[in-house]
């Protein structure tokens, strides 16, 4: 990583290289902020391996090292190895069914001596490299279905592993392949009914079944008048919109209940209602518990994390309350803030220019990412840039959105700053493979 | 292809973007926008401690302490904190049982976590808090805390200085939320008058506590902290030692007596009896002292010397002499033909002690042989009074007098709760009498008797008023407030003006009374009253006094009413005493003042006094009546607390009782109700007015 050994250094591009240590930086201050107690010897905690901020330091050394390996290896090793990789991860996912250790409520993670290790977390880079591989195949012809189908199965089966262990959030993450896909030419009617479908998930919690249908079979009738002259021309168009009707009506009346019921986990669909402000219908209601208990359960359970991380933010105003002043962060009111939380520390301690920043750094970076996916020559190293990207973007939008009440409660760490050594190494490797294909952006890989 | 794909660049740069601004845009919402957010953090997370001063302490004229602080301790639990203690050796050293501990310890858990120290036992007793000190290395979990408490090393004064307790929410409401949950507030006598000087000013320190509400440090640095500031002392004009010995010769009777410096104003004892210890009401038993105290109808925690209501009888002679001197109506010379009975009004009464005629040559002498019938006439003059036309007008002239020397109206001493006594307006006589009335009609308020009530309080300060030859200053106790600030002085400066009440008495006129008054000491009813080389001033009263129990009009031994100042010249402490149903003025009212004059005056007592205290002491004066009144107040109570909760556990000991003898009746002689004498009932009537204001309690 240094000038002075022009071998390495060719190429870089230094401004991901900043943002990163940037990022890593105000990782560190905010965990620090976050677990330092009063009293704390710092110099001597954080040169000691004890405290979560030393830990992080620590971690933050090893993927200094392993940047500098990566920046060391030759970049067509990353396209050649990317599909055993993808086997790698997979094997490793499936090794978490029998290996698993039980950490607070989550059954993906490993224990490997001081170590925890999250296969699901690491698994994305292998996922975004195999798909790049795949995309950039001369034989793949991505306007063709088929191979469309296959990305989408190369993106989502760790995911859909995932779901298995209990890990809804990271599962999630791997739909944001589907920006990648998007980019090499999936058609936009996916957008399109991806968007739809969100609609129509939003509106079956939001607004009562039976409002809904009408509402729905309005649109119907609706769309049929507008159409009819088309219709008469062409009986299919009719089918179509009939067929749309059915189909939407049964996801609302089915399917939406179909999974909250059977698919997702009580609090994840308690958390999912909650974002609406709507009490969970699905919710079994215990005997003799009245509405008032109910509430105020919730009121100490679901909604608390979101409440406290509120009142976090907001109460940090314009300029913040100084770092070790946050009292929301330093009375340690808000559940998991060294982790998924970490923005509370950052919103509180340094208010919203605090927050307007460092949304300004990651928002720098996924631009120059694309940037950098742009002007790659190799499709596998666009591809895999994009994956990076939207990885990242899929971590930062919803972990801050989740913060601040805009999205359902799923754990999943802010990008950099989140404690968390796999998540963090995860990140960093992700984003100097970047580094290093980009070096050899000339070159064309496959 | 290429250029297609470019442009799924941009929209993907603007999915970003859109995404980035909509969380910002929440984030301006939550943090700039919307303004509840810093209060709800500051809410989380600052604790107010309320730091409570050191209340003022009160001094007594020589500057002994009689009202201080000293240091009681809580036990506090932190139920998380307790590991591997021995419990049974707790419960044994706490003299508590292990279910108790157990109930003890959960509910705190419950109330408030159990990681957060609460109450587990408070005000500990001397000797539970030495058990524990010595043995609190044996139970992590369990803490002292010191709290401050009233206490009163001399014993005494318990009505004049009164008590603190925990505010009610009633008064935390009254008060505009000034205090809070959990404050002490004087609610008593000086305590309550004071208030405001004794409390100080609480002090406030933020502190941060974590999520689960212990407390981790300062808050900024300790920047909005505000320091307490003490409470200011008092400097009293009681005489600790005076009041000490005033209360030992009112034990075991009913009745007030109040002693005034009459240069001043300032009140160096006041006693009521039945009388109480004020350490009774601080400390670990407080509850249940008040309770008890509450329920008992010979009413402990009434202030009698200045809410019991006494007929004056013949102690309100010299008063009413006043007022036909300041009229100009007689001159000391001033001589009326009693022949043993008052004719005025033809029907022979009042009859006067002395039968025989000639002792009412003058004003000296009918003072000095309590002439009815010379003081019956001076009222009716003054009613009669052409001057003011009619003898409503000149009733009301009269009244306006008795205003004048504080009978009849407040006086405004500085303790709560002051009762005015009674000098009834003229409406009270058109009323029962049809508008048709005339100075016979009240005749005998000139010889302190008809509807005329007053307090000791007052009738001491009406001795002021002779003894100072025509002015008075309002009675109180403090002399002075420590470091004095103008707010302090305007309450205090009505207690230092002088109240110039008679003006056109000259001094002979004056000496007149006051010899009469003499008179009365050296061969009159007070005779018991003199003390070699004081000349002592007094007048005796004896005053009937009726009740109502079980239905029947009972007559009551009378009221003992003695009133008196001392030296005749340069007096410098007056006396009211009222002894209930103890008999003649001169028996109790009489010893008892002579005794408190010759401590004041002459700091010794003779051995005649030394003998006569050892006697009055001892002397159980309480009416017999007491005991059964007692009994039939409970048992209503608890039948009306069984109708109300259905909880038998008072009834029971009622039920039981009737296979026991009742509780014998006082067999004194019954008389038939009398509607002239109807407003003699007053003793009962105070106790009744007391007691219905209290409220069963649970059971003890």
């Known amino acids: 990583m240094t000038q002075r050994n022009p071998a390495i250094s060719k190429g870089i591009d230094w401004s991901l290289v900043w943002i990163y240590i940037l990022l890593v930086t105000i990782g560190l201050i905010a965990i620090f902020a976050a677990t330092y107690k009063e009293g704390d010897p710092i110099l001597q905690s954080f040169?000691?391996?004890?405290?979560?901020?030393?830990?992080?330091?620590?971690?933050?050394?090893?993927?200094?090292?392993?940047?500098?390996?990566?920046?060391?290896?030759?970049?067509?090793?990353?396209?050649?190895?990317?599909?055993?990789?993808?086997?790698?991860?997979?094997?490793?996912?499936?090794?978490?069914?029998?290996?698993?250790?039980?950490?607070?409520?989550?059954?993906?993670?490993?224990?490997?001596?001081?170590?925890?290790f999250q296969?699901?977390?690491?698994?994305?880079?292998?996922?975004?490299?195999?798909?790049?591989?795949?995309?950039?195949?001369?034989?793949?012809?991505?306007?063709?279905?088929?191979?469309?189908?296959?990305?989408?199965?190369?993106?989502?089966?760790?995911?859909?592993?995932?779901?298995?262990?209990?890990?809804?959030?990271?599962?999630?993450?791997?739909?944001?392949?589907?920006?990648?896909?998007?980019?090499?030419?999936?058609?936009?009617?996916f957008l399109l009914i991806g968007f739809a479908l969100a609609a129509l998930m939003v509106g079956t919690i939001v607004i009562s079944p039976n409002t809904f249908a009408l509402i729905l079979t309005g649109l119907a009738v609706f769309m049929i008048y507008i159409f009819r002259r088309q219709i008469k021309r062409q009986r299919g168009l009719l089918l179509k919109i009939v067929l749309i009707w059915i189909l939407c009506v049964g996801i609302q009346r089915f399917a939406v209940p179909y999974v909250f019921k059977n698919i997702l986990q009580r609090h994840q669909v308690e958390r999912i209602y909650d974002l609406f402000g709507i009490d969970n219908p699905y919710a079994e209601k215990k005997e003799g518990e009245t509405a008032a208990d109910a509430k105020k359960k919730k009121e100490s359970g679901s909604q608390?994390?979101?409440?406290?991380?509120?009142?976090?933010?907001?109460?940090?105003?314009?300029?913040?309350?100084?770092?070790?002043?946050?009292?929301?962060?330093?009375?340690?009111?808000?559940?998991?803030?060294?982790?998924?939380?970490?923005?509370?520390?950052?919103?509180?301690?340094?208010?919203?220019?605090?927050?307007?920043?460092?949304?300004?750094?990651?928002?720098?970076?996924?631009?120059?990412?694309?940037?950098?996916?742009?002007?790659?020559?190799?499709?596998?190293?666009?591809?895999?840039?994009?994956?990076?990207?939207?990885?990242?973007?899929?971590?930062?939008?919803?972990?801050?959105?989740?913060?601040?009440?805009?999205?359902?409660?799923?754990?999943?760490?802010?990008?950099?700053?989140?404690?968390?050594?796999?998540?963090?190494?995860?990140?960093?490797?992700?984003?100097?493979?970047?580094?290093?294909?980009?070096?050899?952006?000339?070159?064309?890989?496959? | 292809m290429s250029v297609f794909n470019q442009s799924r660049s941009r929209i993907i740069r603007l999915i970003f973007l859109v995404a980035f601004i909509i969380i910002i845009a929440q984030l301006f919402n939550l943090q700039v926008l919307s303004g509840k957010f810093k209060q709800l953090a500051k809410d989380n997370a600052v604790f107010?401690?309320?730091?409570?001063?050191?209340?003022?302490?009160?001094?007594?004229?020589?500057?002994?302490?009689?009202?201080?602080?000293?240091?009681?301790?809580?036990?506090?639990?932190?139920?998380?904190?307790?590991?591997?203690?021995?419990?049974?050796?707790?419960?044994?050293?706490?003299?508590?049982?292990?279910?108790e501990f157990k109930k003890k310890v959960t509910e705190a858990a419950i109330k408030n976590t159990s990681v957060r120290p609460s109450i587990f036992e408070d005000l500990l007793t001397p000797s539970q808090q030495a058990r524990f000190e010595e043995n609190s290395w044996r139970f992590p979990g369990f803490t002292m805390v010191e709290r401050p408490v009233r206490s009163y090393p001399f014993n005494a004064a318990a009505h004049i200085l009164g008590y603190i307790s925990e505010v009610s929410p009633k008064q935390i409401e009254q008060s505009n939320d000034f205090y809070r949950m959990g404050d002490y507030k004087g609610q008593n006598g000086l305590e309550s008058y004071y208030e405001n000087i004794l409390m100080g000013q609480r002090g406030v320190q933020y502190l941060i506590k974590d999520n689960k509400n212990r407390l981790v440090g300062q808050y900024e640095k300790g920047e909005f902290d505000e320091v307490s500031i003490a409470g200011r002392g008092l400097k009293t004009y009681i005489d600790i030692e005076l009041q000490q010995l005033a209360e030992k010769l009112m034990a075991n009777k009913v009745g007030g007596l109040v002693a005034i410096d009459p240069k001043t104003g300032g009140i160096l004892a006041m006693v009521s009896g039945p009388n109480f210890n004020p350490n009774d009401l601080t400390g670990s038993d407080k509850s249940k002292n008040y309770g008890r105290m509450s329920l008992d109808v010979t009413g402990p925690m009434l202030n009698r010397a200045i809410n019991g209501l006494y007929e004056p009888g013949s102690t309100f002679k010299p008063i009413g002499a006043l007022v036909a001197l300041d009229e100009g109506l007689i001159t000391p010379s001033y001589g009326y033909p009693c022949g043993g009975r008052y004719f005025g009004c033809g029907s022979g009464k009042p009859a006067c002690t002395h039968s025989g005629g000639g002792h009412s040559a003058n004003l000296r002498a009918a003072i000095a042989y309590s002439c009815n019938s010379y003081f019956t006439h001076l009222y009716r003059m003054e009613a009669d009074n052409p001057k003011y036309g009619n003898v409503k007008l000149g009733y009301l002239k009269w009244r306006e007098y008795m205003n004048k020397f504080g009978l009849g109206v407040k006086l405004g001493v500085d303790l709560p709760s002051e009762n005015k006594g009674n000098i009834p307006d003229t409406s009270v006589y058109n009323k029962e009498n049809a508008g048709r009335w005339n100075s016979c009609t009240n005749l005998t308020l000139g010889i302190g008797q008809d509807k005329m009530q007053a307090t000791p309080l007052q009738l001491a300060n009406a001795m002021c008023l002779i003894a100072n030859k025509g002015y008075y200053y309002t009675p109180h106790f403090v002399k002075e407030i420590e470091n004095e600030t103008e707010e302090d002085t305007a309450v205090i400066n009505k207690f230092r003006t002088r109240h110039n009440v008679l003006t056109h008495i000259d001094d002979s006129s004056f000496s007149a009374v006051i010899e009469g008054m003499n008179d009365v000491v050296k061969f009159g009813t007070a005779r018991v009253a003199q003390i070699p080389g004081i000349e002592v001033c007094a007048k005796t009263g004896t005053a009937e006094t009726y009740t109502v129990l079980d239905g029947r009009r009972i007559k009551l031994p009378n009221n003992s009413m003695f009133v008196c100042f001392a030296p005749k010249e340069n007096p410098r402490i007056a006396i009211a005493v009222c002894v209930q149903n103890a008999g003649f003025g001169a028996t109790w009212g009489g010893p008892i003042s002579r005794i408190l004059i010759e401590k004041y005056l002459n700091d010794t007592l003779q051995k005649k006094s030394v003998a006569d205290l050892e006697r009055i002491s001892?002397?159980?004066?309480?009416?017999?009546?007491?005991?059964?009144?007692?009994?039939?107040?409970?048992?209503?109570?608890?039948?009306?607390?069984?109708?109300?909760?259905?909880?038998?556990?008072?009834?029971?000991?009622?039920?039981?009782?009737?296979?026991?003898?009742?509780?014998?009746?006082?067999?004194?002689?019954?008389?038939?109700?009398?509607?002239?004498?109807?407003?003699?009932?007053?003793?009962?009537?105070?106790?009744?007015?007391?007691?219905?204001?209290?409220?069963?309690?649970?059971?003890?």
């Open chain 1, 47 to 116: 040169l000691k391996f004890r405290t979560d901020y030393s830990k992080q330091l620590y971690f933050f050394f090893g993927g200094g090292v392993l940047a500098l390996l990566i920046l060391l290896t030759d970049s067509k090793f990353f396209s050649a190895t990317a599909n055993l990789g993808y086997a790698i991860g997979i094997f490793a996912l499936l090794l978490v069914f029998p290996l698993h250790s039980n950490i607070k409520g989550t059954n993906s993670i490993i224990k490997l001596g001081a170590f925890n």
């Open chain 1, 119 to 189: 296969p699901a977390e690491f698994c994305k880079i292998f996922v975004a490299l195999a798909l790049a591989k795949f995309l950039s195949r001369p034989e793949t012809d991505f306007s063709k279905s088929r191979s469309q189908l296959i990305a989408a199965g190369i993106a989502l089966l760790p995911g859909v592993i995932s779901i298995l262990q209990s890990e809804t959030g990271l599962a999630l993450v791997y739909f944001s392949f589907f920006i990648v896909m998007y980019r090499e030419g999936l058609p936009s009617v």
């Open chain 1, 304 to 446: 608390y994390n979101v409440r406290q991380s509120k009142i976090a933010i907001g109460s940090g105003r314009l300029f913040g309350k100084g770092i070790l002043s946050a009292t929301q962060t330093r009375g340690g009111f808000v559940p998991e803030q060294r982790t998924d939380f970490i923005f509370d520390t950052v919103a509180e301690g340094f208010g919203f220019a605090g927050c307007v920043v460092l949304l300004g750094l990651y928002l720098l970076l996924l631009f120059r990412i694309v940037t950098v996916a742009e002007r790659q020559r190799s499709t596998f190293s666009r591809c895999y840039a994009y994956g990076v990207a939207s990885v990242l973007f899929f971590h930062i939008a919803i972990n801050v959105a989740m913060t601040v009440g805009l999205a359902p409660v799923i754990g999943i760490p802010l990008p950099f700053v989140s404690y968390g050594g796999t998540s963090l190494l995860t990140f960093t490797i992700m984003l100097f493979i970047l580094i290093r294909l980009d070096a050899d952006r000339q070159m064309v890989l496959r």
């Open chain 2, 48 to 99: 107010e401690k309320i730091i409570y001063p050191e209340r003022g302490i009160i001094y007594d004229r020589k500057g002994k302490a009689i009202l201080v602080n000293t240091l009681i301790f809580d036990l506090l639990v932190t139920p998380a904190e307790i590991k591997n203690i021995d419990t049974l050796e707790f419960c044994r050293l706490m003299s508590i049982s292990l279910e």
């Open chain 2, 618 to 700: 001892k002397a159980d004066l309480m009416p017999a009546y007491f005991k059964r009144l007692q009994y039939k107040t409970d048992s209503v109570r608890a039948i009306e607390w069984f109708q109300k909760t259905k909880d038998s556990s008072y009834l029971e000991k009622y039920t039981s009782a009737i296979t026991k003898p009742l509780p014998t009746k006082p067999s004194k002689k019954e008389i038939p109700f009398n509607k002239k004498q109807g407003n003699k009932d007053f003793v009962i009537k105070e106790n009744e007015n007391y007691l219905r204001k209290q409220k069963f309690g649970k059971p003890a």
